[in-house]
Structures are given as C-alpha cells and as structure tokens.
C-alpha cells in the first residue's frame, strides 16, 4: 500500500474510535504539557535569578569575612572583623584587573523626616558603590569621593523610603531625614529596582558615604564586606586571584594560613543560586517524564485490544492482498499518529500552562524550543517503540486463524 | 480451453503437537476456465485446506500448484500476498466487510495494496463492480445499513474489483435464507456466463447443482468428481419459490 492510503487507512481506524482514540491521546497530551510546563517553570525560576543577580551589578566581585582562628578557637565569620578600610587602598593600589571597588556597612533601624517613620537599611559605600551595583540615580546627585571619605551626612533615599516619608511621587531631594537620630540630607533618589526573585524590595533602602555610617550609626572601624567590579567577566578569575594575594598581604598571613576573607564573584553565586533550581528541573521534569511514558503504555495497551478486536480485519486485508509489512505500518502509523498528535495538542497545553504560571507567578517563563522539539521527538518515539510490539503481532498473524477468528 | 488450475498430488499436513494430521493425502485437481465447480464434503475432509491452498492462504507440504499456469507451491508470504492481490477474490460465509467503511471503499480494498492502480482508477473499477452486483446506488452505505444479501454483494463485487482469474467461495450462502440464497446463486451463475472461473465450497446439495462440476472430499482424497446434469437455473428458482404471505 502507499503511504498516503497507508495513512488514510490509519486516519479513518482512529476517527473510528473517536472516544477511544481521544482517551489514548489524553495520556500523551498530559505527559507533553507537562514537560513542557516543568521545563519551563524550571528555565523560568533560573532566568528570574539570573536576572537578579545580574541586577545586582556589573561583573561583581565580593569579599565577605571569612572564618577565623583566635589563639586556636574558630569564630565565626559573622563575628569577623577583620576587613578595613586598609584592604580597599590595596585593592585600589595592587589590581589591575578591578576598575571600580567600595566598601559596604549597613544598617538597620527607623527613619524619620517629620510625623513619619519607616524602618529600613541603610548601606555605607564609597562613591563607586553605585556604579558597582549599576544603580543611577534619578533626581539630583550621588555623593562625591570627598563626602565619602569625610562623613558627610548627605544620603540617597529609594523609592520606597521616599514614597514612605514623604509621601508618593513627592522627590525629597534636598529635604533632611533622621536615622538612628542622625541627620542626614537627601542628595538624591534612586532609581526604582522593584522587588527582586525572593520578595524583597530592593527600593527599601538609604545609601550613604560609608565613613558616615561607621562612625556615626555603628561606631566601628571595620567594614561588613567590599565590593568590586571586575573590568570584564573573563577577568573575574584573574581579579579574584589578585584581590585574594592583596589581602593576604594586608592581613599579614603566612604560607600555611588559610586565608580569613572569601572572595566570591557573581558568576560564582549565581552558579550556586541556580543549582538548586536546576535540580528542581530535573526533578520536575523527570516526574512529567514518567507521566509521558505511562501515556505510551497506555498507547501500547489500546493498540493491542486494537489487534485483537481487528483480528478478522486483519485476515481479510492479507487474503486481498496485504502484506505483513503493511499491516504493520498500519497499525504502526495508528499509534505514531496518536502520539504525535497527542503531542502537538500537549505542546499547545504546554504553551497555555506557562503562560497561566506565568501570569499567576511574574516569573519571566519562557517555554524553551529545545523542550518543545524534545517532546515532539520522545512523542514519535514513543508511537513507533510502543506501537512495534503490538504492529508486530499483527503482522504476523496467520490469514487463515485471522479470518477464522471469533 | 485455458487451464486455470492445475493440481498434482498435493499434500498437505499439520502438525499438532506429536500428532500429524494428513488433512490432503495426494490431490489431483484441474479447473478450466469457465468452470463453476463446487468442492464438498464433510467437515475434516480436507475442502476447506484445499480451498485456502488454491486461495494461495496456505502453502501444501508437497505436490504442484499451478494457478493460470504459475507454479505457486514453494512461493514466499510476501509473493502469495502478491498473487492473491492480483489473481484471486474471496468470497467468505460471513462476508467480512469493514465495519464503518462505505460500501465503496469496502470495495476498494485490493487495489489498495496494489501500488500500481491509481486513485482515480481504483473509484472507477469499484464502481464498476459495484454495478455488475447491482449495488450502484448504494455505494455510500455502511454494512450496517445493508441487508444480509447486499452485504454479501457488496463482497461479491470486492472479489471480482481486481479481476481475478479464480474466484473462491467459502459457503457463500452459509449464512443467508432460501430466497437470499438464490438470489447470490444467481448473480454467481452470471458471472459465470460471462466467463468467470468459480470454485464454491459448500455442503447444500441444493446450492451444488447450480454448478457445472462437483467435487467431492473424504479424508484427504477426492473421491468422486462429476459434471452436473440437470443443472438449476437460481433465477428461475427464485421465480417458482411460494411468496411468504407474512
């Protein structure tokens, strides 16, 4: 038989059976959404990380106080005051591969301006902490490297600090509010971030020279952490291997020390970040998997009542003419095209749940290609694996017990 | 006269576990063409062997088989499927019609596996067949719709589609009434006056002497074969047959 009657055959077989045709196809189509859905969730929570921590600056590098020994009993890092204002001169002096580098102090407690009152953070940074967490500012100015350097109390408020103290829309710039019963005046409003993937409003905040806030709201000498910009991606390594001999020197470590600080670049935290959800993916994915291939067994069983139902049907296309190999691809195609269109209809419903998870979740999913031809393809797979066996019976029955069955 | 079927010493035997069944002990058989033979005999006598065997269903385990003058004995599945698609139409006791198929595409079905026929071409000769049953006007019905005697015209017209040089008839009537019958013998004996070459299984003596020839089975041995004199006219049997009053 040709293929095009081969394949009316098969069309009219299934259209036959409509109820039962749909059924068989409803476990290929739930298995295909879902793989596609659970796919895309999983690219969807990684990108929103990703896009995170790409918020959070350009190229960043990090170095957070690490654990320490003190006359043998380990600290912990939270502890940890061991970074200066020395080890950000030395970082300026000795690397190279670091263009911009500030520290960060912080802060919480209640600001106030007048009646009102919001609790919030407030970070200390050099002039460069801004362009080091690629955040601008909107209306009037950020502060100068001679205001950081002198505990000026000028600061940048957020958006959310402005909105809360003074009211929504208003631009406080120029305007003085309190925190912790320090004055400090509104130089600048920053430009609004939104909340970032863990439900934090990163508009929440007041920004200040870093010297005002650790002598004045914290009365310390040490810094919390500093924060770097690497002149490119592809020099992150190489800065943080400069950043790590810096600081050894400055902390005055041996050979054999271990070294007291961490450096972590961005890359590296969103590394971490993103693992957990790529496992999630592959979890997710993996159960949506076995779901699809419970569908082809479902496939399996309906082709083989098929058989057995046709037998006679099948006796008398042999004894016409028909061939083993052509009552084999027909049944075959019966099961192809029920897997493949139970899965175009899948990669549609997959399409619509996203969109759904999407709308419910802000989450930015997008239902990758690559998932939605690797379904099409398991799904052909899974007609033609799950359709041989019972094809095959067929194919091999004998003309004479075919038509001679009851 | 063309010989059309052409059988020496078949035999044919199963095997049932440890037993041998010898179902045809040494067969000779020739059909002419023309001929309207019918095969008889109780059941296991070996008629239905022979009929799957001349139907090229089943291969004999020793003997000769010409069909229109091929050797087709030690011929492969694929080649047996070959001839009955080109040589062969079956006509069965319980038509085996596809269900939910139209009587036209029911009729269609040989040349379906035969690549050479085109679209076009297939529709025609079905219609034709179709005709020459005097099922024209029904051919978009589904077996359902059909009664039992235009069901069995409906395969009747499937067998004669790819002109067939032997047509075979497994009790043909078997499942039909008195009149219904008549009337399929009828349209056998038609066919048969236009040249067709027929060979009927059945075991209704009746039905038997609308034929030109009998061939009688016992045990795997033809043990009488005889032109039928007398023979029945089926439409005018049909016309003598008392109208039930019912």
Redesign the interface.
Known sequence: ??PG?LLK?AI?ALK?NKMRSFLTMLGIIIGVASVITMLAIGQGSKKSIEDQIASMGSNMLFVMPGNMRMGGVQQGSSSSQRLTVADIKAIKTECDAIVAVSPEVRSSGQAVSGSSNWPTTIYGGSEQYLEIRSWSVVSGRNFTDTEAEGSAKVCLVGRTVADELFGEGIDPTGETIRFKNIPFKIIGVLEEKGQNSFGQDQDDVIIAPFTTVQKRVLAQTYIQSIQMSARSAEESELAISQVEEALRRTHKLRENEDNDFEVRSQEELATTMTSVTEILTILLGAIAGISLLVGGIGIMNIMYVSVTERT??I????????????ILLQFLIESILLSVFGGLIGIVLGFGASAIVEALTSWPITVMWSSVILAFVVCTVIGVFFGWYPARRAAELD??DA?RFE | MKTIIDITSLKKDYHVGEVTVHALRGVDLKINEGEFVAIMGASGSGKSTML?II?C??RPSDGIYLLDGVNVAGMS??ER??I???KIG?V?QSY?L????SALENVE??L????LISTKERREKAIAALEAVGLAERMDHMPNQLSGGQQQRVAIA?SLV?DPVVILADEATGNLDTRTSYEIMSLFQELNSKGKTIVFVTHEPDIAKCMTRSVVFRDGHIIREEDIKNRLNAAEMLTALPVEQD
């Open positions: 038989m040709n009657n055959v009219n036959r006679r049907e006796g008398l296309r042999m004894s016409v003419g028909g061939r083993s190999v052509d003309p004479i038509l | 799957n139907g269903l089943d599945k694929n499927a070959a009955r698609n080109l079956f069965f085996n596809l269900s939910r198929t079905l040989p379906m596996y035969n690549r499937r790819n």
